[in-house]
């Protein structure tokens, strides 16, 4: 159950009351009403905004609504206190029960906990990681890939309908390269003594068993022919092996994509030319000259007539290119079509997941999307910051492997999955991250992945340690009731209960802000209550969670911490990180 929600209802119904009774004019619009926590904890359990935003529809004050639905909420259950703060924000303190009983609604829903309808079932598609298949994954695109992966798992727990997908950009230059490098990885096969890579080549050493599988598949047949002859086959049998390669270190962090779509084989489908036709048909492509770009001076600009979209018309900056002068497409038609085919796939909304580099790109790509759309579907562009890997403070060297950068795997490999995922979330997608190895693998507090997997282990420690002191109040906790409950009434056991129903709420404002970093916030939050209340014990015996001498009180605490471990277990689960019962 959401408490808050339930509160906006009822706020709702109070509203459509007093518009029937003529009190309040009967085109008051209450859809922007919240029911929120409030900002300081001695102002009650929840605050609401109704006043402020009724009275700048009917031009009367605040304070004056805010007293009229004061006098009705007062007589709604559950509520014990009204009071009206400020320029008009009404405060609301519920009955202890009203926390107490919310505990068996987290236990009786387990990992559902949180689950929302607000999605309604729309058809999202969020396309994330899309790195370039000519190598493995770097580390930056690991943080893309598991913010895109978390984004997903959050949308889905708020009730949207979700396709992860991958575009793989398996034509342009840089494809043709890596055949190349390949080629020559496979020449070495052969025998022949490579000491240099050529300048613009692909160096790793992931190419030396391609050129291996090369080898053993054609033998001595492409040595000393000719590009054109063997380019073709050995581009594909290169690209299948980088997206093996890339699809292995995307499980390793736990990521699975619905549908990998291939630039290439989108480009020889026609599917270009349908899109770019589709905007001729709309007035929406011309010829013309652009102006040059901020910077440059008239000496080193080359004006030219060009085919252009009229992006401007949606917002862009300038018009774009969709076609060279030597008459082939720029990099950006094929991502014109790419959209197009996801519109056709009757997706509500687009959220592509890029790297900081690509911020120029976003108004374009979103212009592409309403022109082709005409407006019905959305398009949100989310960029990732760069992240800086360190050791001690000091920039993490370059992988010999990669030759020229550090892989995901690599990284993976030394902290663990369940670690990079949660550090990679500790900060808003579009701000630069911090990852040092010396601090994300310390144990202690400082550690937000340690602080918030030690609250569950310490958790199912507890349950354990109460099975074999007080093996009655697991039995009479299996089956809790309101009157266990009711023992619930210190003022951080009713503080943590409080935080603990937070968790619908967040899903979902989490979830329309895109926004998957503010729940590895929350289980910080949910985390430190938890530990709070465990150190009270410390100094009071009667606080422990274990009290021998009251088999109730202990059930009911056992019950608590049941529900603590349910909500972290579910964040845990959204951020993709796999909840631990035990620390070794």
């Known amino acids: ?157 708020a009730g949207y309908n979700v396709t992860r997908e991958y575009y793989i950009n398996d034509a342009g230059a840089q494809v043709d390269k890596l055949a190349e490098s390949a080629h020559l990885r496979y020449r070495e096969a052969c025998g022949e003594v490579i000491t240099d890579i050529p300048e613009g080549l692909y160096p790793g050493d992931y190419l030396i068993p391609v050129g291996q599988a090369i080898k053993a598949k054609f033998g001595n047949k492409y040595i000393g022919a000719p590009r054109e002859q063997w380019l073709a086959e050995i581009r594909t049998m290169t690209l299948e092996a980088m997206m093996v390669m890339i699809k292995d270190d995307l499980a390793a962090l736990g990521i699975f994509h619905n549908i990998f779509t291939s630039e290439r084989q989108l480009s020889d489908s026609g599917r270009v030319e349908e899109a770019i036709a589709l905007l001729e048909g709309k007035g929406l492509i011309y010829r013309g000259v652009l102006e040059p770009p901020k910077g440059k001076t008239p000496d080193d600009w080359e004006p030219r007539e060009q085919t252009l979209f009229k992006s401007t018309d949606f917002g862009d900056d300038c018009d774009r290119p969709v076609k060279k002068s030597d008459g082939s497409w720029t990099y950006f038609a094929p991502d014109i079509a790419y959209h197009f085919d996801k519109c056709n796939r009757g997706f509500h909304k687009l959220i592509d997941v890029f790297g900081a580099d690509h911020g120029g790109y976003v108004k374009r790509i979103q212009a592409a999307v309403k022109a082709l759309s005409g407006g019905k579907v959305t398009c949100e562009v989310k960029l990732c910051q760069l992240v800086k890997f360190m050791r001690d403070g000091e920039p993490l060297k370059m992988s010999k492997r990669a030759g020229t950068f550090v892989t995901v795997r690599e990284v993976i490999d030394e902290v663990g999955k369940d670690v990079f995922r949660f550090i ?155 909840p631990v019962e035990e620390l070794r």
């Not at 029911?35 to 009724?54: L, Q």
């Not at 994330?128 to 992966?149: K, L």
């Not at 579009?430 to 400082?446: I, N």
Request: net charge neutral; charged share 20%.
């Open 424 to 578: 990679m979330l500790t900060r808003k997608n579009d701000v630069p991250l911090d990852f040092d190895f010396a601090k994300v693998m310390e144990q202690s507090k400082d550690n937000p992945v340690f602080y918030v997997q030690y609250a569950h282990a310490r958790i199912h420690s507890i349950i354990r340690n109460t099975g074999t002191e007080l093996p009655e109040a697991i039995k009479m906790a299996k089956n809790p009731t309101p009157h266990l409950l009711s023992r619930l009434i210190h003022p951080e056991e009713l503080a943590l209960v409080r935080l603990l129903c937070n968790w619908p709420r967040l899903v979902e404002s989490a979830s329309l802000g895109l926004e998957p970093h503010r729940i590895a916030f929350y289980l910080q939050e949910v985390a430190a209550a938890f530990h709070s209340f465990w150190n009270l014990g410390n100094d009071d015996v009667g606080l422990r969670f274990i009290v021998k001498q009251d088999v109730e009180l202990t059930a009911a605490r056992i019950t608590l911490v049941r529900a603590v471990a349910v909500v972290i277990a579910s964040g845990l689960t959204v951020l993709g990180v796999e």
């Open 1 to 157: 159950m959401n408490i808050f929600k339930k509160i906006e209802r009822e706020l709702h119904l109070i509203v459509s009351g007093l518009m029937s009774q003529g009190v309040l004019p009967n085109n008051v619009v209450a859809n922007k009403i919240e029911a929120t926590p409030p900002r300081e904890a001695s102002h009650g359990d929840i605050a609401t905004n109704a006043a402020m935003v009724i009275a700048a529809q009917i031009g009367k004050t605040p304070k004056e609504i805010a007293a009229l639905l004061a006098e009705n909420l007062k007589n709604l259950a559950g509520i014990t206190k009204v009071e009206v703060a400020g320029p008009g924000f009404i405060n609301l303190t519920l009955a202890s029960s009203i926390w107490q009983e919310s505990v068996l609604d987290i236990i009786e829903n387990g990992k559902d906990y949180g689950n929302s309808e607000i999605g309604m079932g729309q058809k999202i598609n969020v396309e994330f990681v899309s790195a370039n298949p000519t190598g493995p994954m770097h580390v930056g695109h690991g943080r893309g890939a598991v913010y895109g992966d978390a984004l997903a798992t959050l949308l889905t727990k």
